[in-house]
Every structure is written in structure tokens, then in C-alpha cells.
């Protein structure tokens, strides 16, 4: 059972926004699954069942009471704000997933002015808001500048609410580029991310691929460190050239999870729409009313999901045969030539064959999008954007935790300054042409939201020809396409790349291509040990020689 709550993990102003009745909530009918194991849990397919709204008021409890009860007290189980149904659903056997599994994400561009004074929100922006996405002003009232447009919802109407945003984005959408099941990168390339206005707010749709979960037990033991001394490496080696930067942890796209455990949480909450704990289910964009205090997978369970994460294979070269290796040497070779080995370190312990650094990289405009990356403790002291607070006629869920949105990115509370651009005739992005001198930081002044809108974690490259489709929003194919579309400190090696005899570059892609997922591993074991069986009783099924031949064979010196 999880630990019960103590009244200091409460967020105590957020109770004035607490309705009365939800005081007198009652527990919630929904019936926990028992879960054996991790796996278990991985694979388990959840329901959403609603939880009960009160019908009639009692006499309050107090909040000692409410908050002892709650750890007792079963949640709604899926959702209802979800984008898939299972974890195995987005990672198959733990690997990665295609392009209809992308996360959508929704962006307010920050130079929109939210407010007619510092601290309240002006109620026409706030009901354009509402209408915009609903989601993106939380039910007391904050301004959430990073949300998910969840691909699913428990509600059956929630997908005009969903396609509604689209009415705001001038131009065509490529086909394919918003239905999940009717996803490709090809379209997502075509348009990487798709800008819209609805009156004086500006804000952006971008998409994240699901990464494959191999190795992250070893990631997790990484020492920070470690990558502080990559990163002196790198800037030394190239001049400043290439600088990468720690990011508030080791996890996601951009850094943004500090551990594994946090990471899942995260994926919990999210993906799945569970209630866990230190991390709210999202708030129902169909019904701002709706509100679920049980708990949906407990704390023993959800260790038992991490180490399951965290026990899974880790990706290592494929065994070829000799004809095949001297190509793949000479291709691991100019790979490090090139200087793609500057940020895809091969060891970074006791990750062996991690080839990442792990580190943020500025990767060039063609790969920014919105959602920037979080400014991590270098720059944790640099000027941040004040966000309005807008009323809520009805609202609902108290404001206990952390929102869910920082696993995708920033939180909203961290978000750095803006760099001052005017407002384009048609909305776009990235908004416009950035001066050379916004990409020199030489303090904490000087950080902008739009810089870190191109920084990426190094994707760790073990197991990446299992991996497709590639980069943050799997909009590559191959992993020539996604080397093509490398820029900023990537630039030099991406050009390198292309300036190569095409011999050459399928040697690197032969390199690339020797780092097997552990699943292809799995199934050639299974396989093999398969073959064996059927050989044995193969071979018991045979009729056997008579005793005097084996003598014979023993012993004859022939």
C-alpha cells in the first residue's frame, strides 16, 4: 500500500479554490487490478471507469481526514485524457513505436498578451483561450503554456474538441499529420509543425515520438559528472564550436526528467491519463467539473513498473560475419572523421555502446520546435516569463501537484523571456529570423525561449536500426534522412556526411546499422532455441544403430 499523505505535500493557497463539495467525495468504485509484477503491469490494458460525483452534501470532513482516506480510495483507472490504452502499446516488447504513436503537443507562443494587468488574466482571453483548448488554463486557473492535445478521450465528444484547433491554422494540413492512425512521417516532414492565430494568440502544434525504453536502467546510474566533463571535452575539442549542456535530468527529448522513476510516473500520468502519486491524471477537457481523488496504480506498483523498465536489455552490436565487419569498422571509423562521435559517445559508464552524451545540443532551426527545452541548473537563475492567472467560473481539481506538462518540456513556471520579435501577417514558425548575436549567451541574461526551442538531447544511438522512424518527432525513415536534417553544432559533421563518396556513407549507415535493438536479439534466441528443440526430438525420433556398429565406429582406427 502507498505511503498516506502527509498535509505538507498540500499546495495550502490552492485550497481556497476548492469547491465544498468536493470535500465530500466519496470513495471511488473502481476496482484496482492485481499486479503480480512489473510486466504485468507493462502490458496491462486500462479501462476507464468515471468516478463517482457526490449526489447529496454531508457533513464535511477535515482535511486530515480527506487526505488519510485518500491513499485507501481507488481512482477512474484510464484517463480520461489519454494517447494510448497501454504501455506496451507505445513500446512493443520495450522498443519504440511508429509515427501514429506521436505525442501532439500544443504551444502559446509567449509574446501574446495574456493579461490587462500583471497578475489577472483579462476575461476575453481568457474565454478565447477556452475555446482555443480548453486545457491550456488549468481548473483553478493557471496559464499553461505546454499542453497535450491527447489523441483519445473517455468522452465521446471530445474529438471535435480536439479537431476544433485546426480551424485556427491557416493552410491545409498535410493528410496524415494529425489522426494518429492515419499518421506518417512523410507527413509530419512536410510540415514538422503547423502554426495558427486565433485573434491575438499566436501558438503551435508539434509532435514527440515514443523512444525506445532499452538501457534506461543503465542511463539511470549515469553520474551528472560524468557529462559536465563530456561537455568541458567537446567545447575544448571544437573550439566552443560544440557545448553541449546538462538539462534538468537524463530522460526525455529534452532532458527534462531528473530520474527513471520520474520518467515513468510521467508516462503514467501523461500518456495513460492514471492518477499516481506526486503526478495528477490531466485534467478532463470535456467536463472541467470532473474530478478523481483515488489513486489509479499504487506506489509498491509503480516500483514494481520501474525496475521491470529498468531490468530490460540493454542494446548491444550485432555479431556479424568477418566479410561484414571490415565494412563496418571502416564505417565506425568515419563516423568518428566525421565527428559525429563528438556529441554520440560511445562509452559513457557504465553505459557501454551508449554512443550519447546526453547532453543538450542547439541542433539548428530545421529541427527546433515549440516546447522548449527546460533551462536545467546553468541557467536556472535567468529571467523568467510571468504568467497571468485567469478566474475559472467552475473550478475543480486543487492544484496539489506539480502539471503533467513538464514531462514534455518546460513547465510553465520555468519558461525563460521571449526574444522580442514582431508578430508576422500570417502566424508561423519559428516566428522569424533569429540574429546571430541571440545565439551568444554570455550570462544567464541572455538565455532566450526561442534559443532553447533547438535544443535536443543526444538520442542514445544503441539499438537505433531497430528504432525507425527517427528524431524527436519521427519524421525520418532512415537514419540517412535523419542525418541529413542535422544543423547548429551538428552542422559541420551532417556536411561532412554529405560531402562523402556514397561508398562511404553506406559504410557509416553499415556502422549505424550493426547497433541491433535487444528485441531482434530476443527473437533470434527464441528462434535458435526453437531450432534446437525441434533438432533434439528430431533426433530422439530417429532409430538408433545397432550396439555393434557403435563399437565399430569406436574403435575401428580408420
Not at 103 to 129: I, N, Q, W
Not at 378 to 397: D, H, I, K, V, W
Request: hydrophobic share 35%.
Amino acid at each position: 500500500m502507498p505511503s498516506k499523505w502527509s498535509i505538507s505535500k498540500v499546495f495550502l493557497p490552492s485550497l481556497l479554490f476548492l469547491p465544498f463539495w468536493l470535500w465530500l467525495l466519496p470513495p471511488v468504485h473502481a476496482e484496482h487490478p492485481p499486479f503480480a509484477n512489473g510486466e504485468q503491469i507493462f502490458r496491462h490494458q486500462w479501462q476507464h471507469e468515471s468516478a463517482q460525483q457526490p449526489t447529496s452534501f454531508e457533513p464535511p470532513v477535515s482535511i486530515l481526514r480527506l487526505f488519510s482516506n485518500r491513499s485507501e480510495q481507488t481512482g477512474d483507472g484510464l484517463g480520461p485524457m489519454h494517447n494510448a490504452t497501454s504501455c506496451e502499446a507505445c513500446h512493443a516488447q520495450g522498443g519504440s513505436s511508429g509515427a501514429e504513436r506521436n505525442v501532439t503537443l500544443l504551444t502559446l507562443d509567449p509574446r501574446v498578451e495574456f493579461s490587462d494587468s500583471t497578475f489577472r488574466g483579462s476575461p476575453e482571453m481568457r474565454d478565447a483561450l477556452l475555446e482555443l483548448y480548453p486545457a491550456v488554463i488549468s481548473p483553478i486557473g493557471n496559464l499553461e503554456m505546454n499542453v497535450v492535445v491527447h489523441e483519445k478521450s473517455s468522452r465521446p465528444f471530445y474529438e471535435s474538441t480536439r479537431k476544433n484547433i485546426l480551424k485556427w491554422v491557416p493552410g491545409s494540413v498535410p493528410e496524415g499529420w494529425f489522426i494518429s492512425d492515419q499518421r506518417t512521417p512523410a507527413s509530419v516532414a512536410e510540415r514538422p509543425v503547423l502554426a495558427g492565430r486565433k485573434g491575438a494568440i499566436d501558438f503551435y502544434l508539434s509532435q514527440r515520438n515514443s523512444p525506445p525504453l532499452f538501457g534506461l536502467g543503465l542511463i539511470d546510474l549515469i553520474e551528472v559528472t560524468q557529462l559536465h566533463k563530456i561537455a568541458r571535452s567537446q567545447s575544448r575539442r571544437t573550439n566552443g564550436q560544440v557545448s553541449g549542456r546538462t538539462g534538468v535530468g537524463k530522460f526525455g527529448w529534452r532532458g527534462q526528467s531528473v530520474s527513471l522513476d520520474q520518467f515513468v510516473r510521467g508516462a503514467c500520468a501523461g500518456e495513460l491519463g492514471l492518477q499516481v502519486e506526486g503526478m495528477p491524471q490531466p485534467p478532463d477537457v470535456a467536463d472541467e467539473t470532473y474530478v478523481s481523488f483515488g489513486v489509479d496504480i499504487l506506489e509498491a506498483e509503480v516500483g514494481m513498473l520501474v525496475n521491470y523498465i529498468r531490468d530490460l536489455p540493454t542494446p548491444m552490436k550485432e555479431t556479424v560475419l568477418p566479410a561484414e565487419r571490415a565494412v563496418i569498422r571502416q564505417g565506425q571509423e568515419l563516423f568518428a572523421k566525421i565527428g559525429c562521435s563528438i556529441c554520440h559517445v560511445e562509452n559513457v559508464l557504465p553505459a557501454r555502446g551508449i554512443y550519447s552524451d546526453l547532453l543538450l545540443h542547439d541542433m539548428g532551426s530545421l529541427l527546433a520546435a515549440p516546447a522548449p527545452a527546460p533551462l536545467g541548473a546553468a541557467f536556472a537563475s535567468a529571467p523568467r516569463l510571468r504568467l497571468p492567472r485567469f478566474s475559472r467560473e467552475n473550478p475543480s481539481t486543487p492544484n496539489f501537484f506539480r502539471s503533467v506538462s513538464g514531462y514534455y518540456g518546460a513547465s510553465s513556471s520555468s519558461l525563460p523571456l521571449p526574444y522580442r520579435i514582431t508578430r508576422p501577417v500570417e502566424p508561423r514558425f519559428p516566428r522569424g529570423k533569429l540574429p546571430e548575436s541571440a545565439f551568444v549567451v554570455n550570462s544567464v541574461d541572455d538565455v532566450r525561449w526561442d534559443v532553447l526551442q533547438r535544443e535536443w538531447r543526444t538520442p542514445p544511438l544503441w539499438g537505433v536500426a531497430d528504432s525507425a522512424p527517427y528524431l524527436h518527432d519521427g519524421r525520418s525513415d532512415t537514419l540517412d534522412s535523419a542525418i541529413r536534417w542535422h544543423g547548429g553544432e551538428a552542422s559541420q559533421a551532417a556536411t561532412a556526411y554529405r560531402s562523402l563518396r556514397s561508398e562511404s556513407r553506406e559504410h557509416i549507415l553499415a556502422f549505424l546499422g550493426s547497433l541491433r535493438s535487444p528485441i531482434r536479439s530476443m527473437k533470434q534466441a527464441r528462434v535458435q532455441a526453437n531450432k534446437e528443440e525441434v533438432d533434439r526430438a528430431s533426433e530422439e525420433s530417429q532409430p538408433q544403430p545397432p550396439n555393434e556398429n557403435i563399437a565399430l565406429d569406436v574403435f575401428n582406427p580408420f
